[in-house]
C-alpha cells in the first residue's frame, strides 16, 4: 500500500534551536518527494521537490535529506525562528496509477511550535 | 501570495443548505484541484480538472459537485452535507498535470463547519 508516515506527530523546541522532522514512505514507482510548510489558516507553500537522483537540497535554512534506497526522507531546519512555526507535510508523487500518471501521497504532518 | 484566491475563507452551513466554494488561479495554469483537510489527517485529493476536463474524482460522494467553467475558475457546489464533512477545502493548481513533476500551488482554503 502506498503511504508516508510523518515523525514527530508534533514537536516543540526552543527558538535558535534546529531540528530534524522525519518522512518514511512505501510509495512504489518513486517519481518525486515534496515538503511543504503550511502555516496556521492558509495553504501549503512548497519547500523543496527532490527526484530520485538528488539526495539533498536546500531553500534558505531548510535542507531537505533524501535516500531513495530506504525510503526515507529529513528535513532539517537551522537556527529556528518564531516564523518556523507551522506544520510540515511531506509529499511522495508515485505508485504508477492507471491512466499514465503519478498521484501525490500525503504525509499527516509534523507539527512545529518554536518558542521564544 | 501564491495567486490562487479562494472565496469564502469561513463558511458555517446547515445540512439542509446549498452553498458553493469558489477558487481562482491568476498563473495561467492548466489544472485545478479540490482538496479535503480534516484536522491531524492528511490531505484527500478530491477532484482534479485538467483543461476545464475532470480528469479524477476520488470516490467522491455526490453531494460535493465540482464545476470548472474555465482553466481560471473552479468551483465546489455543496448540498445536504453533514457534520462530517466539516473540514478545511483547499484549492490548488498546476501548469499542468499528467506525469510530469509539476509544481502545485494551493489557496488559503475555506474552512468549512457543517451544524
Known amino acids: 500500500k502506498n503511504q508516508v508516515e510523518q515523525s514527530p506527530q508534533s514537536l516543540i523546541i526552543l527558538e535558535g534551536k534546529n531540528c530534524t522532522l522525519q518522512c518514511n514512505y512505501t510509495v512504489s514507482p518513486f517519481s518525486n518527494l515534496r515538503w511543504y510548510k503550511q502555516d496556521t489558516g492558509r495553504g501549503p507553500v512548497s519547500l523543496t521537490i527532490m527526484t530520485f537522483s538528488e539526495n539533498t537540497k536546500s531553500n534558505g535554512r531548510y535542507t531537505a535529506t533524501l535516500d531513495a534506497d530506504t525510503k526515507q526522507s529529513s528535513l532539517h531546519i537551522t537556527a529556528s525562528q518564531l516564523s518556523d512555526s507551522a506544520s510540515y507535510i511531506c509529499v511522495v508523487s508515485g505508485g504508477g496509477f492507471s491512466g499514465g500518471y503519478n498521484k501525490l501521497i500525503f504525509g499527516a504532518g509534523t507539527r512545529l511550535a518554536v518558542h521564544p | ?115
Open chain 2, 1 to 115: 501570495e501564491t495567486g490562487v484566491t479562494q472565496t469564502p475563507r469561513h463558511l458555517v452551513m446547515g445540512m439542509t443548505n446549498k452553498k458553493s466554494l469558489k477558487c481562482e488561479q491568476h498563473l495561467g495554469h492548466n489544472a485545478m484541484y479540490w482538496y479535503k483537510q480534516s484536522a491531524k489527517k492528511p490531505l484527500e485529493l478530491m477532484f482534479v480538472y485538467s483543461l476545464e476536463e475532470r480528469v479524477e474524482n476520488n470516490s467522491v460522494p455526490s453531494r460535493f459537485s465540482p464545476e470548472c467553467p474555465n482553466s481560471s475558475h473552479l468551483f465546489l457546489h455543496l448540498h445536504t452535507l453533514q457534520p462530517e464533512d466539516s473540514a478545511l477545502y483547499l484549492c490548488a493548481s498546476s501548469q499542468d498535470w499528467g506525469e510530469e513533476v509539476y509544481e502545485q500551488y494551493f489557496g488559503p482554503g475555506t474552512r468549512l463547519t457543517v451544524t
